[in-house]
Structure formats: C-alpha cells, structure tokens
T-cell receptor, first 115, second 113 residues
Framework: DGGITQSPKYLFRKEGQNVTLSCEQN?????MYWYRQDPGQGLRLIYY???????QKGDIAEGYSVSREKKESFPLTVTSAQKNPTAFYLC??????????????FGPGTRLTVT | QQPVQSPQAVILREGEDAVINCSSS?????VHWYRQKHGEAPVFLMI?????EQKGHDKISASFNEKKQQSSLYLTASQLSYSGTYFC??????????????FGKGTKLSVKP
C-alpha cells in the first residue's frame, strides 16, 4: 500500500541534544512538507521541498534543518537551537504544488518530548 | 495571515447539520479542508480552486467566495464518524508563502448519538 511513514511515533530527548525525525513516502510525490502542531494552534509549516536537492523555509524554520537527497525521503532535524521543541510533528507530501495536485497526504506523526 | 475559522467548537446530535467557516484577509488561490481525529494525521476532504473548480469528498460539500475571501464547509446529516477537528488551509498566490498552505486553528466538531 502506498503512503507516508514516520518514525518513531514517540520520541524523548534531553534538552541540548539534536534529534532527527524520519519521513518516507512511496507515493512518488514530488513535494514534501514538515509541519509542527501545538494544541490550539493548527498546523504550522517548518520546511518544504518541491524537488530533490531543493527545499525552502516555511513560517517557523528557526532551529530546524532538513535534507532532500532522495525523492522518497525528507528527514527533519530538530536542533538544540529550537527553543521549544516539544510538539507533534507531521510530515506530508503532494503530487505537485498547484491546483488539484496540491492535495496533501499526511503521515501518522511523531510526538517529540524534550525535557 | 492565518485564516480565521468559526466556530471554534460545535456539538451536534447525529443527523444534524453544521457549517464551518474560514475567512482570510488575503486574496486566495485555493482553499483546502482537512479533518483530524484525536492523535491521528489530518485527512484530506476538499480542495476549492479559484474559478470554481472543486475536488473532494462525496458526502461533504463546500463553497468558496473569492470576492469575500471566505470558504464554508457544509456537513449534512452528520454521523458519529464526522467527529474531529476540521482545518482549512488557504493558499495565497503571491508573497513570502507563495504556494504554501496556511492553516487555521481548527474547529472541533463533536457528534453525539
């Protein structure tokens, strides 16, 4: 079955440590996204990539980094510079970035807790 | 720039109707609607494109008023499975977030038996 996988589902880290969240898709989608979700805040865009080896900052990119070396993979690193990293992180993909191709498919999410 | 959704929460009895609104201060190219159940990923419901083209769910309808920069999601004869938080995502044609979706804070819908 085609879809998006994120691992792990729950992640615990100590403050000051970098942590990488995995996102893999087998939908052959060109575009991939990382969102952060906090209670009552909706979804906020961290980074997005429209094509391999290219990515752009979203609205809240500070303290995060990404790479897009393969079409199917878009890992997110939460660095120690992110001041409030505890959140629910969602990865998504879409066939394209305009019109009907912009329908986004979401992974199950990773809940990160930093103490 | 974040769209405003109303109401913030609504409680329905099974079989009742509901309308969820999404309003933007910016001109819009498209509006997307997603539903998220607690602890799960958002699921796509509908895209409304400028010019009237629509793609989406066969049991839920929506409208898009480009002039008013508003969209409404209509849930008729609600079922228990409709419970969840509904998000609208707006796509603005120009500016720093060109081509990105900006999501509202969500409307929590609870359907009771």
């Amino acid at each position: 079955d085609g879809g998006i996988t994120q691992s792990p589902k729950y992640l615990f880290r100590k403050e000051g440590q970098n942590v990488t969240l995995s996102c893999e898709q087998n939908l052959n989608h060109d575009a991939m996204y990382w969102y952060r979700q906090d209670p009552g805040q909706g979804l906020r865009l961290i980074y997005y990539s429209q094509i391999v080896n290219d990515f752009q900052k979203g609205d809240i990119a500070e303290g995060y980094s990404v790479s897009r070396e393969k079409k199917e993979s878009f890992p997110l690193t939460v660095t120690s510079a992110q001041k409030n990293p505890t959140a629910f992180y969602l990865c998504a993909s879409s066939p394209g970035t305009s019109g009907r191709e912009y329908e986004q498919y979401f992974g199950p999410g990773t809940r990160l807790t930093v103490t | 720039q974040q769209p405003v959704q109303s109401p913030q929460a609504v409680i329905l009895r099974e079989g009742e109707d509901a309308v969820i609104n999404c309003s933007s201060s910016k001109a819009l190219y498209s509006v997307h609607w997603y539903r998220q159940k607690h602890g799960e990923a958002p699921v796509f419901l509908m895209i409304l494109l400028k010019g009237g083209e629509q793609k989406g769910h066969d049991k839920i309808s929506a409208s898009f008023n480009e002039k008013k920069q508003q969209s409404s999601l209509y849930l008729t004869a609600s079922q228990l499975s409709y419970s969840g938080t509904y998000f609208c995502g707006t796509e603005v044609p120009y500016g720093g977030s060109q081509g990105n979706l900006i999501f509202g804070k969500g409307t929590k819908l609870s359907v009771k038996p």
